[in-house]
């Protein structure tokens, strides 16, 4: 039955693809007041999800994601208008040539046209997405969790109301409102309708889209970061680098997971990072060397090297050499972010060019890859794919280009 | 078995990764020097072919297309020795942004890693897109059809000697030699391996790459184009058009396939396009009221509007405005070319920007929907799809980008 709601979408995207920046700006602000004129109402409606996932089990973790208040809907509106102050992708001049024939082409950004994104239990993710994309000029259906289903399709009514009083589809945005396992299946297989996927979520969430769908997908988020100490790494730097990207805030992709040192330097180095981790007992598991270094710290075994925690646990590897570092982080790493603490440039350069990931760092935390922490305004999800977009996913990347060739006569 | 494959095509592309223009032109000539000395040895390879591919009773079309010659060699090599003059779409400064916190991001281009090639019976894609991975920094696996795979084994021993020979890693460029069907899909499930998956061929093997692949995909090449006759047309430079568009080459996929012409000019223009398609013999197939001006063309049924027929057939449908028009071509097109004959500046504005497809012309042929015509330099194939790349895919396209990301010791 979501064959309706691509149809819709289609038609919908038809007359966004032709909206002016004002009237898609006028649709942000006008979402972002009926936010806050409707809280009342949102706050009822995630009630119910919220005792519902109570009653579920769910804990306390999951239950705070889902809430919403006063002060987060009010986030969620500035949210808009923030984008609605972003600068238009669409209708840009990219290139321009005119060919010896006479013919000139001209590739300019425009809309891709419907976009799909299927996120797990935030309700704000509702909000942020179709604010996105109707500032790029897309048609958008969301596919959330069942967990905030309510909270959705209120959210999905007010924001379609607001979108309607201001001239444009009213079906701009739509909700799948059948949140069982095969609805997810049936967006996944609907290329007829939607021009790109965008799963956001766990992994597991992301390898299922990847794996089923026929529309193409923009993979996003798994984030297994490195933090490299070369042996000529500023080891104060090194410490205080890696207690942020470790503990900042664990949950997220661009936090670091794994450490890789120098052999020449581990002695020196481990104990110092050790002593930083030890502040938020983060539990620590390296190989053979560096735990004859430290030896109250655990054993790390092969899978940890490969696992991303999200949890106040790192692993160490050490190494005899850069290119031994380069290749382990290459082997292991999900293509994310990762960070050489060097103070030697070439080593640095190398590193950076050599590293097979979206963001590479040299002396900073990996906690940077982020589209604000980037300049880029606003972000829609972090692309560890290498088409289309790589690293953090602002207006632009949702977007697609076209070429308009302007002739008198021209034939081959 | 093709998992040795991914995994020597990964280290290659490490190697690939860090070499300079110089060491990637010079693999290029290397590779066009050596299809030149080895000329006899390609052609005896290239007869094996052609005698299987008689007793398995192949087309005389097919087997022309499978056929090598001095010439056709020739002009291979010449294709190496044209990408080798071609600027490196590698290590391009794309932006950068020096962040409040003193951080320097710069986006640069980079190869994007492993590339999977699947196509039919043409050997010269052997070496053409080999050339363009190469000059890219990209290694490729390439799985070309059984009726060639004589010749392409002789391609690509040749080509590995030749990248070997600069100092390049041998297995930058490798064949799967495996051409049962079973082959085909293990390669697009080969997600930890190949960074991207490009068919060239069918409409069919495209479909089923799509349908199957866990590997990102582009998506190539098939166009069911339109040409729109508008009120205000110049009938006679409509007439010239559609006749090049439709027959210079029949079977490519930017030739004319349907006509939309506006009621108010059909009377006139119809008669005048058909005086030039019947120089070729190209039959017509009407709707109703292109049946009542000229009573002896064919009547199309609905599925004619939706079928690439790369032959001497075009389907013709009456619109009674812009806005039809442009729903009919949305509704049926492929995404690939179409193009507006009008003197009327309003209506080509209006038909550009509302065509959803990647090349929309005002006043010339689909024809010139190529990487060649749009002064690309190459093409590795036409993408329909939105992501990543859309219309004439050149070296740019087969790079993907990268952040890095220089500090002095910033956390977040």
């Known amino acids: 039955m979501l064959e309706t709601l691509g149809i819709n979408a289609k038609k919908a995207a038809q007359g966004l693809a032709t909206a002016d920046t004002d009237i898609k700006n006028r649709a942000l602000l006008a979402i972002a007041d009926a936010l806050i004129k409707n809280k009342d109402y949102i706050i009822e409606r995630n009630c119910v999800d919220l005792e519902n996932g109570k009653n579920a089990g769910l804990n306390a973790g999951l ?3 889902l809430m919403l208040d006063g002060e987060r809907i009010k986030g969620i509106a500035d949210g808009c208008i923030s984008v609605s102050k972003l600068d238009d992708p ?3 001049l990219l290139d321009e040539v005119t ?3 006479g013919l000139v082409i001209k590739k300019v950004s425009c809309p891709m046209g419907v976009i799909g994104i299927i996120f797990e239990a935030r309700p ?5 997405a179709a604010a996105l994309c109707l500032k790029s000029g897309n048609a958008v259906i969301l596919r959330g969790g069942k967990e905030a289903i309510e909270s959705n399709k209120a959210l999905m009514s007010i924001m379609q109301d607001a979108v309607q009083s201001v001239g444009l589809p009213r079906l701009s945005v739509q ?6 396992r095969q609805s997810s299946v049936e967006l996944m297989k609907m290329k007829d309708y939607l021009d790109c996927l965008i799963p956001r979520g766990s992994a597991g969430l992301i390898r299922a889209v990847v794996e089923n769908s026929t529309v193409p997908v923009i993979e996003t988020g798994s984030g297994n970061c490195h933090i490299y100490v070369d042996e000529s790494a500023d080891i104060n730097m090194a410490a205080r680098i890696i207690f942020n990207a470790k503990t900042q805030r664990i949950s997220v992709c661009n936090a670091c997971e794994s450490l890789v040192i120098h052999s020449a330097v581990i002695g020196k180095a481990l104990p110092a990072i050790k002593a930083e981790l030890d502040k938020k007992h983060v539990v620590i598991r390296g190989d053979e060397r560096a735990r004859s270094v430290c030896p109250d710290i ?3 075994s092969e899978a940890d090297f490969g696992t991303e925690y999200l949890d106040y646990i790192i692993s160490v590897k050490t190494v005899d050499s850069l290119d031994e570092a380069i290749e382990h982080i290459n082997k292991y790493s999900t293509g994310h972010s990762e960070s050489i603490i060097t103070e030697n440039e070439e ?8 590293i097979d990931s979206s963001s590479v760092y040299h002396n900073a935390s990996t906690r940077f890859t982020d589209g604000g922490e980037f300049g880029l305004g606003a972000e829609i999800g972090i692309s560890t794919q290498k088409l289309h977009a790589r690293g953090p996913m602002g207006l632009r990347e949702l977007t697609t280009t076209k070429y308009l060739i302007f002739g008198n006569g021209q034939i081959r």
């Open 90 to 92: 669409c209708g840009i």
């Open 63 to 65: 239950l705070d994601r």
């Open 298 to 300: 655990e054993a790390a």
């Open 347 to 354: 080593n640095a350069r190398e590193f950076m060019q050599r």
């Open 124 to 128: 704000n993710v509702t909000v942020d």
């Open 175 to 180: 909700l799948v409102e059948d949140t069982s």
């Open 99 to 101: 060919r010896p024939n």
